[in-house]
């Protein structure tokens, strides 16, 4: 999934994925100092049973094991690899008080 994030500092504590015309990832970078685009990649993805022997592949070839998105930005180098839009706003809990925000604040998402 994607979401459009127009705070760049938000951008650079985060996941932030470069997309063609058909949604298809063609960069991925964890935490960039200067983001290539307002996508930020939140850590929801789906995989496809032939993606799960890449996973070998992939830390072998240097793509880490501590946060999801390298293994992502790997594979999108190796296979196709899409982000679509998430729908909604995103809320990052991080402590008590974002918690406590994100309880008042949110209201299901509105798919219409």
Do not use: H
């Amino acid at each position: 999934m994607r979401y459009y994030e127009p705070d760049k500092a938000r951008l650079c504590k985060s996941g932030v994925v470069d997309i063609d015309a058909n949604d298809r990832i063609i960069g991925m970078e964890e935490k960039p100092a200067e983001p290539k685009s307002r996508w930020c990649a939140p850590p929801f993805y789906i995989y496809k049973s032939t993606d799960l022997p890449l996973v070998k592949e992939g830390i072998a070839s240097g793509c880490g094991v501590d946060a999801p998105g390298s293994f992502i930005a790997w594979l999108s180098k190796t296979t196709d690899v899409y982000a679509y839009k998430m729908p909604g706003r995103r809320y990052d809990i991080g402590d008590l008080e974002s918690y406590r925000q994100v309880k008042e604040e949110y209201k299901g998402i509105d798919i219409n």
